[in-house]
Nanobody, 126 residues
Framework: HLHLVESGGGLVQPGGSLRLSCAASGFSLDDYNIGWFRQAPGKEREGVSCIAHSGGRRNYAASVKDRFTISRDTAKNTVYLQLNNLKPEDTGVYYC???????????????????WGQGTQVTVSS
């Protein structure tokens, strides 16, 4: 059974940082494209970043580029999302997702992903 668990969310002031973790059980994250998505209250879930399974190609949404960094730790079977210079508009529930039978590139499209975690709350407020 494929299982994803996010952690690392919390309350942080504008300009602060967090590191989110997406840990997998039941499968190797190296075989899947992994995406991070977020959903603010009353808004659609949007893609934030993703990392491809082969070669580790990365994509970022324009709103987070140069502030967020996605990475993979094969030994820990975990994908991380480093969030720097956080802004109030970054507030939301952050989800990680896995794409089965992936191509060599990843997309920030919800429909591309087959397995989802339960999410972790990030709140940016002074």
């Amino acid at each position: 059974h494929l299982h994803l668990v996010e952690s690392g969310g919390g309350l942080v002031q504008p300009g602060g940082s967090l590191r989110l973790s997406c840990a997998a059980s039941g499968f190797s994250l190296d075989d899947y494209n992994i995406g991070w998505f977020r959903q603010a209250p009353g808004k659609e879930r949007e893609g934030v970043s993703c990392i491809a399974h082969s070669g580790g190609r990365r994509n970022y949404a324009a709103s987070v580029k140069d502030r967020f960094t996605i990475s993979r730790d094969t030994a820990k079977n975990t994908v991380y999302l480093q969030l720097n210079n956080l802004k109030p508009e970054d507030t939301g529930v952050y989800y990680c997702a896995a794409e089965d039978k992936p191509p060599s590139f990843c997309l920030l499209l919800k429909a591309s992903y087959d397995y989802w975690g339960q999410g972790t709350q990030v709140t940016v407020s002074s």
